[in-house]
Antibody
Framework: QLQLQESGPGLVKPSETLSLTCTVS??????????WGWIRQPPGKGLEWIGS???????YYNPSLKSRVTISVDTSKNQFSLKLSSVTAADTAVYYC????????????WGQGTTVTVSS | DIQMTQSPSSVSASVGDRVTITCRAS??????LAWYQQKPGKAPKLLIY???SLQSGVPSRFSGSGSGTDFTLTISSLQPEDFATYYC??????????FGGGTKVEIK
């Protein structure tokens, strides 16, 4: 059974870079059927798609975050990662990683989420 | 960018009620719409994809319809475990995605 697990610091200082990794287990990140994405949810608010990556390394970003976001993939470790630079308190959120299915275009497997707080 | 607008933002309903949630896209998205259910402290769960296809394991009381710009999620007979927040998500510009603002289904 495919599982996704987010990991990374829970506290980041303002102006610094937030870094998270999603580890995929129970399946290969290199499947041609899937993309891999990051989504976040500020406290008490809705979901915001951050960006996605294909195993080949092709990336797609939310235009509103594009200037600060970098998503990368490491197929040898079955992981993909998120970097968000110049963070502010507005970037405080639960960050989820998820699998996109190309055929259905839905996100069918999600990580449990990790809370990141931006504070000095 | 495609904007997604859900209505209502919240709805109060009783067990057994029929509940309908609407999602409108700012431009046509064919049938590339998904619905998710999220309970407090949990990750979202995919319910419906491609506007009307039920994800494996999801109860048949959930159904989706629509195409173009207007979509609905219907819960035919609300169960206690259905009280949650529901989100729509467009995937016409896949893998670029947009979520709606969410609809909270509360106990009446």
């Amino acid at each position: 059974q495919l599982q996704l697990q987010e990991s990374g610091p829970g506290l980041v200082k303002p102006s610094e870079t937030l870094s998270l990794t999603c580890t995929v287990s129970g399946g290969s990140i290199s499947s041609s059927s899937y993309y891999w994405g990051w989504i976040r949810q500020p406290p008490g608010k809705g979901l915001e798609w951050i960006g996605s990556i294909y195993y080949s390394g092709s990336t797609y970003y939310n235009p509103s975050l594009k200037s600060r976001v970098t998503i990368s993939v490491d197929t040898s470790k079955n992981q993909f990662s998120l970097k968000l630079s110049s963070v502010t308190a507005a970037d405080t959120a639960v960050y989820y990683c998820a699998r996109h299915v190309y055929s259905s275009r839905g996100m069918d497997v999600w990580g449990q989420g990790t809370t990141v707080t931006v504070s000095s | 960018d495609i904007q997604m607008t859900q209505s209502p933002s919240s709805v109060s309903a009783s067990v057994g009620d029929r509940v309908t949630i609407t999602c409108r896209a700012s431009q046509g998205i064919s049938s590339w719409l998904a619905w998710y259910q999220q309970k407090p402290g949990k990750a979202p769960k995919l319910l419906i994809y491609a506007a009307s296809s039920l994800q494996s394991g999801v109860p048949s009381r959930f159904s989706g319809s629509g195409s173009g710009t207007d979509f609905t999620l219907t819960i035919s007979s609300l169960q206690p475990e259905d009280f949650a927040t529901y989100y729509c998500q467009q995937a016409n510009s896949f893998p670029l995605l947009t979520f709606g603002g969410g609809t909270k289904v509360e106990i009446k």
